[in-house]
């Protein structure tokens, strides 16, 4: 599971500032991987989530984290990015297909900025948080997407083509449901009061408690059986 | 070859201002599609490429033209990028390996974004004037990854998993030489004079003539048998 021999391995987790990349870094950490933490700045990113992932990295001890702007302004997007409204009350993860808040492409240009950064680094793990299960909407979150990925970066770079390494796209929360993920987190000692999931903070950068994110978050603690740290602006939850 | 059925179809067609991407954006539209022109901006990407980019987009008759801002400076990189001298005099395109001026997943990055636009427009087709010829020691310039990338971008986004649309990634000069290149855009009535291969130009935007991207052009003109208009600041040769 781990690094492919004893020594000290890096690789590059990508860190929304959320809860499930969050547990991803602890999951990297805990298989004895130094952390190479990569942030997106793009349309939806508010500072706070933003803010958010630059005390995870910190929390976790990471080696660097960087934050790439990510311009997808001038080529149209989704409710992320700034063209529509976020959807209230009703999960966004409605069986009903894919999401509004689906952007184009989004996952596939975070791991090729990974990819690049793993490169020039020298690793070969790259960490992220995508789940089949509660996100089964988007395309870009299922297993198969993720090994093709993974296939085409093994023929798309010198490390992978000319030094024999093999890229591995590593999705530990694949199949876990969102109370899976929680346990697994606090079993590895994550601080989930750090992490942040709301789509509509308030200028505080306190979560509204009312948008599906936030919904998902709290559903999943309480499937979990334990204590949501959050602090919600709402006590009059939908 | 052109859209599936006999409307006007749209297609993405990355442009660098260069030879290659603008004979690609000749060969789209002479198979019938309305051109979406996309250039990126990165560390070494001159003003004058830009321009050139624009130039083309316009002689064309591009449906749009759009710049995209690629973060890859807090990722490191290579020559292009900054980080390290453009090699004088030798090829880059050297039999020993792999060239410094490699960018880490530069062709991932560009198809990702490609790919994002497209599913906006609603358009499956992207066009990509990779080489495996003179550039086989890219490992992302080869038929092989661009069939990856084709497949991955078929499992990965609501266009293709919901609706059935097939993305093409379309690389029509991927088994030319430079000569056949040359011939094909002038067949199509290409002014290569509005094109810029140089990665060291002068103040005004003129051509080294020595650099080994301009060293491609120029060998690829003579061996095309045609003349080059390109306006070189050097005619001592190496």
């Known amino acids: 599971m781990g690094p492919a ?4 391995k890096g690789a590059v987790a990508l860190s929304s500032g959320g809860l499930d990349s969050t547990t991803v870094l602890a999951v990297a950490k805990s298989l004895g991987y130094t952390l190479y933490s990569l942030s997106f700045r793009y349309g939806q990113r508010h500072a706070v989530e933003l803010a958010a992932a630059r005390r995870i990295a910190r929390f976790f001890g990471a080696a660097a984290h960087r934050i790439v702007n990510v311009d997808l302004a001038g080529l149209g997007g989704s409710a992320l990015t700034g063209h529509m409204e976020v959807p209230k009350g009703d999960r966004e993860t409605a069986d009903e297909g894919i999401p509004v808040t689906y952007v184009p492409a ?19 793990d790259i960490f992220i948080g995508v789940n089949s299960i509660d996100y089964s909407g988007y395309p870009d979150c299922r297993p198969e997407y993720i090994a ?9 770079t010198r490390m992978a083509v000319e030094k024999g390494a093999r890229f ?34 308030d200028p505080e950068g306190r979560a509204c408690g009312r948008c599906a994110s936030c919904r998902i978050r709290r559903d ?5 059986g334990v204590e949501d740290p959050t602090i919600y602006t709402t006590k009059e939850f939908p």
């Not at 021999?5 to 000290?8: L, R, V, Y």
């Not at 999943?220 to 979990?224: H, I, L, P, R, V």
């Open 148 to 156: 093709a990925f993974e296939r085409m970066a093994n023929l798309g």
């Open 220 to 224: 999943g603690f309480e499937q979990a």
């Open 106 to 124: 989004r996952n596939t240009i975070f791991l090729s900025y990974a990819l690049a950064w793993a490169e020039v680094l020298d690793v070969r």
């Open 168 to 201: 591995r796209i590593r999705s530990p929360l694949i199949e876990m449901t969102k109370a899976q993920i929680i346990r697994t987190g606090l079993a590895l000692g994550v601080d989930y009061s750090l992490t942040h999931s709301c789509y509509d903070p």
């Open 5 to 8: 021999d004893n020594e000290k």
